[in-house]
């Protein structure tokens, strides 16, 4: 779930066209009931420029391919973030390294490309019960940080991990869960102001000159 659309594969991540409609039949499902989002399916956006061939999407696979930027965005977009891949290079507190740098993966005209992230696969994920695939969306500052214009405001948001289970969780949680999905804690995490603080929390070097995060 890595690509944002059949031709690009490194400029954005959060497309939910991998699944569906197999996965997720319903686009409304992909719209927060807290948020002005909408997914815009009527016949007319639902058609393709033809001009331009099938690589370029309809409006409607648009809204599927790119979550909305904030709670507040009725122009369309849906409601989540796609965490598809691991955040790196970073060595997290229960010692394992994600290094996704020079990944290299197939595009869909056989040629290969690098990204700098580590996708989530059979073969890379180990625990799908702690790893992180969807979150609400969040694309304003601080990023990764309940706001007000969050799809749940300050209090806290939406956490859906690969075996299927959902969790909502509270600022103050955020940089113990996200640290234990292998994903960079939130914005905010190492400042006494913010809601997520994590005073347990800390960042060193190891001796290879990877990131490390620990829990005191």
């Not at 991540?13 to 319903?26: N, R």
């Not at 009931?33 to 058609?47: L, M, V």
Request: charged share 25%; net charge neutral.
């Amino acid at each position: 779930m890595f690509n944002r659309n059949p031709g690009n594969y490194n400029n954005g991540t959060d497309s939910l066209l991998h699944i569906f409609p197999k996965y997720l039949p319903d686009h409304h499902i992909a719209l927060c009931p807290s948020t002005q989002n909408i997914i815009r399916d009527d016949a007319k956006n639902r058609e393709k420029p033809s001009r331009y061939g099938n690589a370029v999407l309809s409006n409607f696979e648009k809204d599927l391919d790119e979550n909305a930027v904030d709670a507040f965005d009725h122009d369309g977009g849906h409601s989540y973030e796609v965490w598809g891949f691991y955040d790196g290079v970073r060595r997290y507190p229960d010692g394992r390294l994600i290094n996704g740098y020079g990944f290299r993966i197939r595009k869909l005209d056989g040629s290969y490309t690098s990204i700098s992230h580590l996708i989530k696969t059979q073969g890379t994920v180990k625990r799908p019960q702690e790893t992180i695939l969807l979150i609400d969306a969040d694309d304003t500052d601080p990023n990764n940080t309940p706001d007000p214009r969050n799809n749940h405001g300050v209090f806290g948001l939406n956490i859906s991990y690969l075996d299927g289970h959902v969790i909502f969780a509270k600022p103050k949680q955020l940089a113990f869960i996200y640290t234990r999905s292998w994903q960079y804690p939130p914005t905010g995490w190492n400042d006494s102001a913010s809601s997520v603080y994590a005073p347990r929390l800390y960042q060193t070097t190891d001796s290879e000159g990877n990131i490390w995060y620990r829990y005191r």
